[in-house]
DNA sequence: AAAATAGTGTCTATCAGACACTATTTG
DNA sequence: CAAATAGTGTCTGATAGACACTATTTT
């Protein structure tokens, strides 16, 4: 029996980040069914007979952020197959995405009947998170931070406008490291196609209010932004 | 129907590459069965029950070229799963896989009842694959490029020992460029953990002969060879 | 004016690319 | 020696990082 070829139920299961209040986060769904009933987890749906993954994984993120994933950063971070990461039958394989989400309130609670909170992503490291999500979660924070190198996902954090700062504050939460202002700005305005002026600014408080800018239309950054390499010394 | 949770048989497809006088080449199979039936498509295989789809993608590697899985490159391109991919019921969804090989013979051909080909990349392209195969190596083929740039690939399509000549190969037949021989040799042996020199020299028919190198230790690159970016401008 | 934040200019160390040069082999 | 290939040295332009400086706002 273990020699043949095997049907199997597949999921999506979404890695949505955003940036809130300076902080990477994740958005986690607590559990309403069996396994693991009340654990916090990712979420996901089944892949339903008309449908790709890539398509499953589009309508839950609209389902549980209410973005449409048009134009949407929505990536594969990869398979999870291990026998024994559900203890469901017929077996459960899923397929994880990264999703990238600007500070949005979430759609009223209970739209899935179940309860979707944003969580600091080291807060729900050290919580821990059902089945193989943990797991899953880092794999898609290291996609994250590599994309960030040499693609211009950066500004699907922000808003439609966005200021030089916010963008770079991206940056310095998802590497964890601080970067230099002007290095920053030079690179940023000089990359082809990453950021556009809408000759708009923005008053900060106190201080001279910052230009602002929308995404451009490049989705590779060239030259890409380099992450220091002080942290692999 | 359409919305209801579906069960799927998975494969894993093996988009395994090597590099045959100077050539990247391809292992492809003629398919003995229907769907597509006389056809050249990857190889692969279906999951069992006792497996992740990365331990099968590990036994079908083994099936087709001998090679031990352990140590090897072997890395998720990823998920195939639009719903007419396949004509086949249960449906069946992919997970492609990227291998490299030294230049290797093949086991006995019909080893698996089929018979395996290594043929260059561009001419697999200009024929076609079966199913989405198509895809699937043009998908694996920009991985590779770019898993050249940061991670010690390059060693996997050489023999044990080679030299710094035969790397350069590498780069330049999977990038499409000519390197530098002087700067591509100061970078390989600067980057730390690449290659460790054996001591030993292979002498080249003319000329001097060259010395020998195995992989190092490492697998990422650091500092990473950047591909040339005139291809992009 | 002081404080705060945005943005510019400039110096330097480093590195990639170009290419001339030396070294070691075969015929 | 000539030819061929391996390997070294050096110059230059581009770029990343450090950091000093200017600009524009609020209090």
Same mark, same amino acid.
């Given at each position: 029996?273990?020699?043949?070829?095997?049907?199997?139920?597949?999921?999506?299961?979404?890695?949505?980040?955003?940036?809130?209040?300076?902080?990477?986060?994740?958005?986690?769904?607590?559990?309403?069914?069996?396994?693991?009933?009340?654990?916090?987890?990712?979420?996901?749906?089944? =892949?339903?007979?008309? %449908?790709?993954?890539?398509? !499953?994984? $589009?309508?839950?993120?609209?389902? &549980?952020?209410?973005?449409? @994933? /048009?134009?949407?950063?929505?990536?594969?971070?990869?398979?999870?197959?291990?026998?024994?990461?559900?203890?469901?039958?017929?077996?459960?394989?899923?397929?994880?995405?990264?999703?990238?989400?600007?500070?949005?309130?979430?759609?009223?609670?209970?739209?899935?009947?179940?309860?979707?909170?944003?969580?600091?992503?080291?807060?729900?490291?050290?919580?821990?998170?059902?089945?193989?999500?943990?797991?899953?979660?880092?794999?898609?924070?290291? =996609?994250?931070?590599? %994309?960030?190198?040499?693609? !211009?996902? $950066?500004?699907?954090?922000?808003? &439609?406008?966005?200021?030089? @700062? /916010?963008?770079?504050?991206?940056?310095?939460?998802?590497?964890?490291?601080?970067?230099?202002?002007?290095?920053?700005?030079?690179?940023?305005?000089?990359?082809?196609?990453?950021?556009?002026?809408?000759?708009?600014?923005?008053?900060?408080?106190?201080?001279?209010?910052?230009?602002?800018?929308?995404?451009?239309?490049?989705?590779?950054?060239?030259?890409?932004?380099?992450?220091?390499?002080?942290?692999?010394?």
């Amino acid at each position: 029996m273990s020699r043949v070829r095997q049907t199997v139920t597949l999921t999506a299961d979404l890695v949505i980040l955003t940036i809130r209040n300076g902080t990477l986060c994740v958005l986690v769904v607590e559990r309403g069914n069996e396994p693991f009933a009340g654990h916090l987890a990712l979420p996901g749906g089944f =892949l339903r007979g008309d %449908e790709s993954l890539d398509e !499953t994984a $589009a309508r839950e993120l609209a389902e &549980e952020t209410g973005m449409r @994933a /048009e134009g949407l950063h929505l990536r594969q971070v990869g398979v999870y197959s291990a026998p024994d990461r559900d203890p469901r039958s017929p077996r459960v394989v899923t397929c994880a995405y990264l999703a990238i989400a600007p500070d949005l309130p979430l759609p009223a609670a209970g739209s899935d009947a179940r309860s979707a909170h944003w969580l600091p992503v080291v807060e729900v490291q050290r919580m821990g998170l059902a089945f193989d999500h943990d797991r899953i979660l880092s794999d898609a924070l290291e =996609l994250a931070r590599a %994309e960030l190198q040499f693609r !211009t996902i $950066a500004t699907a954090f922000c808003g &439609e406008e966005f200021t030089i @700062a /916010e963008l770079r504050k991206v940056y310095e939460v998802i590497w964890g490291v601080k970067l230099d202002k002007s290095n920053f700005h030079r690179k940023v305005t000089d990359a082809d196609g990453f950021i556009v002026p809408t000759g708009g600014k923005r008053p900060t408080g106190n201080g001279r209010p910052a230009a602002l800018y929308r995404a451009g239309e490049a989705t590779t950054l060239s030259p890409p932004m380099m992450m220091p390499r002080s942290s692999d010394v």
